[in-house]
């Protein structure tokens, strides 16, 4: 297994370092003279074993030690460690960082075959011997205006770390990008190259991420599909353990740990390995930590929802769970569609503890969506067809929280609802109820405002992304009857819900305490409050005598009981029937 990069030594800042050409292909009119011969070697070939029977019959992931790497290991972004831009950089990286929303000349001065570390635990690690039977699969990496090196890296990561008798091809289809020479001829060159059967195609218009996807799942002919996006690198063993799980339960969606590269400097970081999908009552996606569960696991995690991106499926059931839904334009929803009807129709999805794909989280989106409308008109559009088709009476919910959905036409869903009928899978309650996932009504009494008798409304003030707005006050704002952030979940267990998070007095201050939103959590009655129905009062069962106050204007605190003051009567005022 030989990489070799061309090199040149240049000694900048008083630094030595060699920087390798790593990006071949930078710019059309250098092609050729930058062009990089990289020695691709199968690392999971049996021909290296020697007279070991077990490798013989078996892949085996090798340790990080048997890694054979010929890079410097001063090189930039070896190991995946972070290099900033140096000086004599910045000027580059600055004026191109818009091309991707991530620091492309960084990206490009870092080797196509850069080591990365092995970052599977212990458990992980003990469980490094597979089975030569287990199916193939068909990588599909669709792009649109993707960066060169990163594209290229994320095809030289496959290559170098995944059993080649395991990839029945790689389609990469690109979505329309403009205005990048690149990714024509020098591309194509380029995966001639590789050592695995490797497709190029081209959309002449565009279509966004998820018609992208369906077109070339309906091209590749591989036993599994693994869906990648165009800017990762695959880590040490990723591909077995995502394909393990698929031969056990062929319904099933298997997603690896999606570890971060840095959209600065191209550092590894950890993902986490304790958490699964959820989402939130705007239709957002977004992780939740599991209790409990241990740094060491090496078991599946089922979650009811994925990020999305990266997953292997087998191939025909991904076909006969009905692929995408199309009328899904660019992405966007998608993600949770696919979750959704995957559990409900029978499937499980689970995120495997072991299998790591790192992937270049942007600094923000770069590119257009639809020409005639908002990213944001696109994207809620998108989340009208999976709540009219998946939510049943919970999409109340998520329209009144999100107004807009509510408003936006989606376009005809007859079809999917069809296909629900046919695959003859159960409802979105006994979905939320297989997980209990606790934003979600359960034990609920009231979903609706909740105000003063002076017309204010507790308010969550929280943007779009709650999971930004942990621990932000609550507000006492005008009553404007619009749903979105004076919405409020009254519990049985006298909980006041936002979303998944809860009213509660700030625990960091011993008087006058303000009310603040913080994480729902059964075992703090902080968060507990008694409706009186005599006095209207909303009373905490932790500070006795302690109620639900609004001072002034606007601020929500916590305060004296006091059956003679207005700001402390409360009405319930229902507008989501569930
Ligand atoms: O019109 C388009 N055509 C495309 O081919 C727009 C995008 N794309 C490609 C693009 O080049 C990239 O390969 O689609 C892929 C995803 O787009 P990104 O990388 O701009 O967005 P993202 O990383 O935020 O994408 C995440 O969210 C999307 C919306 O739901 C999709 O589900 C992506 O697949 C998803 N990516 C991941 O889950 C990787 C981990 C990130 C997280 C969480
Ligand atoms: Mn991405």
């Not at 085996?60 to 831009?85: K, R, T």
């Not at 909303?538 to 001072?551: A, D, I």
Request: charged residues 25%; hydrophobic residues 35%; glycine residues 6%.
């Amino acid at each position: 297994h030989v990489l070799i990069g061309f090199c040149s030594e240049s000694d900048q800042e008083g630094e030595h370092y060699r920087q390798p050409r790593s990006a071949p292909i930078r710019s059309p009119s250098s092609s050729d003279k930058n062009s990089v011969k990289l020695k691709f070697t199968d690392i999971y070939n049996k021909d290296l074993c020697g007279k070991d029977q077990d490798c013989q019959d078996n892949f085996i992931v090798p340790e990080e030690s048997a890694i054979i790497n010929s890079n410097p290991p001063n090189w930039p972004g070896e190991m995946g460690s972070a290099y900033l831009p140096p000086d004599h950089l910045l000027e580059e990286s600055k004026a191109r960082f818009a091309e991707n929303m991530f620091d492309i000349a960084v990206s490009d001065r870092i080797a196509l075959d850069r080591a990365m570390p092995d970052i599977r635990n212990e458990n992980c690690k003990a469980h490094s011997k597979f089975n030569h039977n287990l199916p193939n699969t068909s990588i599909i990496i669709v792009f649109h205006n993707e960066g060169n090196s990163t594209l290229l890296r994320t095809l030289v990561s496959i290559v170098n770390r995944t059993p080649w008798r395991l990839i029945h091809e790689i389609i990469l289809l690109d979505d329309a990008s403009v205005d990048r020479e690149y990714l024509n001829e020098p591309l194509q060159r380029f995966i001639e190259t590789l050592p695995v059967r490797t497709i190029l195609l081209k959309n002449e218009k565009r279509l966004g991420l998820i018609s992208s996807r369906v077109k070339a799942a309906k091209v590749a002919t591989g036993e599994t599909l693994m869906f990648l996006d165009s800017h990762v690198e695959v880590l040490n063993g990723w591909l077995l353990y995502l394909l393990e799980e698929i031969q056990k339960d062929r319904t099933s969606i298997v997603c690896p740990i999606i570890d971060v590269l840095t959209y600065d400097a191209f550092q590894l970081l950890h993902g986490a390995t304790d958490i699964f999908g959820t989402f939130s009552w705007k239709m957002i996606f977004r992780w939740s930590k599991i209790p409990g569960l241990t740094a060491n696991n090496a078991q599946p995690i089922s979650t009811p929802t994925m990020a999305g991106g990266l997953y292997a499926i087998d191939r025909l059931y991904f076909e006969e769970l009905g692929m995408y839904d199309e009328g899904i334009k660019i992405w966007g929803g998608e993600n949770l569609e696919m979750s959704f009807k995957c559990w409900m129709c029978g499937g499980r999805i689970v995120i495997h503890p072991c299998s790591h794909v790192a992937h270049v989280f942007r600094k923000e989106t770069p590119y257009k969506f639809l020409e005639h409308e908002s990213i944001f008109v696109t994207i809620f559009k998108n989340y009208k067809r999976v709540a009219l088709v998946w939510l049943d009476e919970y999409k109340e919910l998520i329209y009144a929280v999100n107004p807009d959905i509510k408003r936006l036409d989606g376009g005809d869903v007859s079809s999917r609802i069809e296909l629900r009928k046919k695959l003859n899978c159960s409802s979105f309650r006994d979905f939320l109820d297989r997980f209990q996932l606790k934003n979600f009504p359960f034990n609920h009494r009231f979903i609706g405002s909740i105000s003063t008798s002076s017309r204010r409304c507790l308010d969550s003030m929280t943007g779009p992304d709650i999971s930004k707005g942990l621990n932000t006050q609550v507000s006492a704002q005008a009553c404007h009857a619009e749903g979105g952030n004076q919405i409020f979940l009254y519990t049985t267990s006298n909980k006041i819900h936002f979303d998944e998070l809860c009213l509660e007095p700030n625990p960091e201050k011993a008087s006058n305490q303000d009310i603040i939103l913080t994480l729902c959590n059964d075992e703090r009655n902080q968060q507990n409050w008694e409706y009186d129905q005599q006095t209207s009062q909303l009373k905490n069962e932790f500070y006795q005598g302690q109620c639900l106050h609004v001072s002034g204007n606007s601020d929500v605190v916590l305060a004296r009981c006091d059956t003679n003051k207005p700001s402390q009567k409360w009405s319930f005022n229902q507008e989501v029937q569930l």
